[in-house]
């Protein structure tokens, strides 16, 4: 059933259907599975980038049907962080939907994900409980428990999720084998802007000078990875590096730096077989993140 | 699709269907779906009594087919209580299902369900911390993820639960609605033996003289009825009837004894409106649980 299409022919043909009640989304959904079609899914919270059109693109390439969902999920944000501001920008998000072969956009209000008496949460343990889940309580209770949400309507057979969110990841992985659902997740690798930042809704927060400050956290990665390269093995020298590296230039609140096992996220003292650094770091308002993977002598991003 | 089947013919003609995997069960689904037949759903712990069998029933009657499963799930009993000597005998089991029509009988290995590297719980707040979730930590937590896991495999279009369990019900009903899951529930009221006794697979651990203190749970919950269709409405005068007829056999250690709104779970006063008495109780090793629905000047069972 894999075959990979010819989206341009797709993109003259088609219009995007517009779903924006769970209902609607749901009879989408169960024609599109009465007709045999494979269903891709792209959720995101809107305000798209290329590092969301890099996921639509994987999927339309590898489903008959792509899905994207926009929904600020308020369930992920903490009591001080920008739900409030996060930028929404809908009407050119369906013009950016538009412009690709995306199928259907599904966007649901608040008030009917989550009604007044909403009561049910998924807890992955474990793997929450590092990096990004240590200083965000209850973020990935709130993503697992929206994906699962949109999974049961959505119904894909494949969703798509952007590498620069690895811990978010391998939480929605744990989830899906945990759960017995019938999803394959399809990792999609970062996207950078030419300058080297990783892509994210978040980037338009920064001023011009905070967004040169914002570049340190590529470059301390793209440093650690020649470091290693070059031979060495001691995390806490190479994390100190990064720590340097970003607290260069004025205005940046580091997070966390985490140099880990990629699927237990447990740290390393020596960087040996496939390793994650992650950085979070917060430049103004903007709560930025990024990683790489690297091996031993050796490194991908 | 809801039709009334005969039962009894088609009992001649079949088999019993046996998973005893997840990836097994998951093909006879996905067979059944693609034939447009309803499946019908009854969860069980096994040790199969009158009350399953009347959910088989149900099922039977408005699916076209029916999956019964055994699976004494171990996240749904706490530390101290009685996993390991609850009763299972799978082959006295098959042979209640084989006498009954239903088509499906899973049942999963502990170790396929719940593998080492198991990290995924799904919490129904609010409802679940009164009456049974109380004093039994993690209990509905355990009960709610098993059965999400149990409708990922078997996918049915309802399943049956029974009236015994009210809060179980409550529960899985608040997930259903909240994960936005396809599944129907039904409710099944609670079969009680001749004698008054609900059914229950712990009611094999009581002796003769154990089993005359338990018959004091209906009875009391009878006399609760009368009192109240004689016109009482103070929960407390109710509650401490219900107490004293407890208490007046030796043996029988509450847990608690609930007069509350039904789907809240909060205590009422008064008894105003529709309105549940549940009540918990230990006799020797058996811990016991019956209810009932009254309304004032009436009730049901």
């Known amino acids: ?91 050119d998000d369906i013009e950016k939907l538009e412009a690709t072969a995306a199928d259907i956009l599904f966007h649901p209000g608040a008030e009917e994900m989550y009604p007044q008496n909403y009561k049910t949460h998924v807890q992955v343990q474990d793997i929450s409980e590092y990096l990004c889940g240590k200083n965000r309580d209850g973020f ?40 017995n659902l019938d999803v394959a997740v399809v990792r999609v690798p970062l996207v950078r802007e ?8 978040r980037n338009r927060y920064l001023s011009p000078q905070q967004r040169q400050t914002a570049l340190s956290l590529s470059r301390s990665l ?11 093995t001691s995390a806490k020298v190479i ?26 996220f447990r740290a390393k003292e020596q960087i040996r077989g496939r390793t994650l650094i992650a950085i979070a770091a917060k430049v103004g308002v903007a709560r930025l993140i990024d990683n790489c993977i690297v091996e031993e002598n050796e490194c991908s991003e």
């Not at 952007?162 to 391998?170: M, R, S």
Request: net charge negative; with cysteine; charged share 30%.
């Open 1 to 91: 059933m894999i075959e990979t299409k010819n989206i341009a022919a797709r993109r003259e043909t088609k219009t995007l259907q517009v779903a924006s009640s769970i209902s609607k989304m749901k009879e989408i959904a169960e024609s599109l599975r009465r007709q045999n079609l494979t269903i891709g899914f792209v959720p995101t919270m809107g305000c798209l980038h290329g590092g969301h059109l890099r996921l639509i693109k994987k999927s339309l390439e590898f489903c008959d049907r792509t899905v994207v969902s926009i929904f600020v999920n308020p369930t992920q944000f903490g009591r001080d962080e920008d739900l409030d501001s996060y930028p929404r920008q809908l009407e």
């Open 222 to 232: 793209r440093e650690a990875r020649d470091n290693i390269r070059r031979g060495t």
């Open 239 to 264: 994390s100190d590096a990064i720590q340097r590296c970003l607290l260069e230039k004025e205005g940046c609140e580091i997070d966390y730096i985490a140099i880990c096992d990629p699927e237990s």
């Open 140 to 179: 990935f209770i709130g993503v697992a428990t929206v994906v699962l949400k949109l999974f049961n309507i959505v119904r894909p057979h494949r969703a798509f999720f952007g590498e620069k969110d690895w811990q978010q990841l391998a939480v929605i992985e744990a989830m899906v084998e945990d759960l």
């Open 194 to 201: 030419p300058d080297g930042l990783a892509m994210s809704s």
